[in-house]
């Protein structure tokens, strides 16, 4: 992937949802939510803070993170959905 995103923007690849519930059943595709996991696949270089200085980001690529429902913008790049949000447009950061 050839995308960099700017200064606090990060791009996300969302997890695989589980096709069938832990009781067996079947869940089709039109019934899915969309899953607010996903992983950091690249961060920009961090925002410009209010003094001239640049603030890193808390993620880094590679993190497992939880976002919002409605957050962030898709996209889909070399034939892959990927989402651009902002970093504080994540809630957590999912430990392994």
């Given at each position: 992937?050839?995308?960099?995103?700017?200064?606090?923007?990060v791009v996300v690849r969302r997890v695989k949802e589980e096709e069938k519930?832990?009781?067996?059943?079947?869940?089709?595709?039109?019934?899915?939510?969309?899953?607010?996991?996903?992983?950091?696949?690249?961060?920009?270089?961090?925002?410009?803070?209010?003094?001239?200085?640049?603030?890193?980001?808390?993620?880094?690529?590679?993190?497992?993170?939880?976002?919002?429902?409605?957050?962030?913008?898709?996209?889909?790049?070399?034939?892959?959905?990927?989402?651009?949000?902002?970093?504080?447009?994540?809630?957590?950061?999912?430990?392994?």
């Open positions: 992937m050839k995308l960099r995103p700017l200064h606090d923007r519930t832990k009781g067996g059943i079947i869940i089709p595709d039109n019934a899915k939510e969309k899953p607010q996991e996903g992983i950091i696949v690249a961060v920009g270089n961090g925002a410009i803070g209010d003094d001239n200085e640049r603030v890193p980001l808390d993620v880094k690529k590679g993190d497992r993170v939880l976002f919002g429902k409605w957050s962030g913008t898709e996209v889909k790049i070399d034939g892959e959905d990927l989402l651009i949000m902002k970093e504080s447009d994540i809630m957590g950061i999912l430990d392994k």
